[in-house]
């Protein structure tokens, strides 16, 4: 047995023994799909001088060749990043958050006993689903708003497709599922980052920061539980699935934290944006553009949870440059 065993509970205030079972009992009136379907189920018409995306997140927005383009191509370039946004959410959501709650249901991975544990995972992946619904729905609106007659057939983000790259390395089903799950775990830990970006953000449609908002609400909440799930799953791993999820859990950080820059060509093309490809170069040359989010602190107190801090080649104080 290592250390892992003796592992005192985290101090935080919101983790501790009591955490699932606290959470799981907030549910009912927590969870947005109970408390909020009404208020976000009602269209509101869109609001004059405020963007669909904030200006300040497209990474090339003040480039020369940008700012030369038409009034008209860059509004369009706002609202597709929106469209993309939570496209890349649903993709986010079904493809790799939702086939993990499943695998995490149906025993895939040992740990899951307690009730506490099961009805936790249980009322988050009903959350997911929900937020699928909630993101395709925001983009029929904004579809509908301004007309939109054609969109990019938006393609697997950054996130995903690195995931499945990954896979395409391990032929077990055991390491497959186990990328599934660190994956699972870095979202589910980290989304809130940015959706607290949207949510507060007041350029924006308010029924785009609504949107975030409800979504953050509930990832407030799932953080926790897939954090307190971890450390149930973690204690039964054997040796290889340790050193598996050490060895590859950095490779979640960076894929999670990514600038999307496959996605922004393929907008800025769509749009027709003279230099396209001149102006994400540009980009990507300046210091710290290849991540969009860099703090991925929540991960760093699992790691530290777990006790394997010594094991992870990743530098959360962002000082060093970590691995590619
Ligand atoms: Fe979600
Ligand atoms: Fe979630």
């Not at 250390?3 to 799981?24: D, F, M, W």
């Not at 290889?240 to 600038?259: C, H, K, S, V």
């Not at 553009?289 to 010594?310: A, N, Q």
Request: net charge negative; glycine share 4%; aromatic share 10%.
């Amino acid at each position: 047995m290592t250390e892992i065993y003796s592992q005192e509970p985290c101090s935080e205030p919101h983790v501790g023994p009591n955490t699932l079972k606290r959470i799981a009992a907030a549910w009912p009136r927590r969870a947005t799909i109970r408390s909020d379907m009404t208020t976000f189920m009602q269209p509101a018409a869109p609001e004059a001088g405020l963007t669909d995306y904030p200006v300040h997140l497209i990474p090339f927005a003040e480039h020369p060749r940008f700012l030369d383009a038409s009034e008209e191509a860059r509004r369009l370039v706002n609202t597709l990043a929106w469209q993309a946004y939570n496209a890349r959410v649903i993709a986010a959501e079904e493809y790799v958050a939702n086939p993990t709650f499943e695998k995490l249901k149906h025993g895939v991975f040992p740990g899951i006993d307690r009730y506490e544990a099961k009805e936790a995972v249980q009322q988050s992946h009903i959350d997911e689903v929900w937020h699928t619904y909630m993101h395709m729905t925001a983009m029929q609106r904004t579809k509908e708003a301004h007309n939109l007659t054609a969109q990019p057939e938006y393609f697997h983000p950054v996130t995903n497709q690195r995931l499945f790259r990954l896979m395409d390395q391990y032929s077990e089903e055991w390491e497959r599922d186990l990328l599934f799950l660190i994956w699972t775990v870095v979202g589910e830990l980290h989304i809130n980052n940015f959706l607290e970006l949207l949510a507060r953000d007041e350029t924006i449609q308010p029924m785009h920061s609504l949107v975030a908002r409800l979504h953050a609400r509930d990832e407030a909440a799932h953080g926790p539980i897939v954090a307190e799930v971890m450390k149930d799953i973690f204690v039964h791993f054997n040796k290889e699935q340790r050193t598996l999820f050490a060895r590859r859990l950095p490779d979640a950080i960076i894929a999670l934290g990514a600038e999307d820059y496959e996605m922004w060509a393929q907008i800025l093309n769509f749009v027709g944006v003279a230099g396209a490809e001149e102006m994400i170069a540009d980009t990507r040359r300046l210091p710290g553009t290849d991540s969009m989010l860099t703090d991925f602190s929540t991960v760093e107190r699992l790691v530290r949870d777990l006790g394997i801090e010594d094991q992870i080649d990743y530098d959360f104080t962002g000082l060093r440059t970590s691995r590619a």
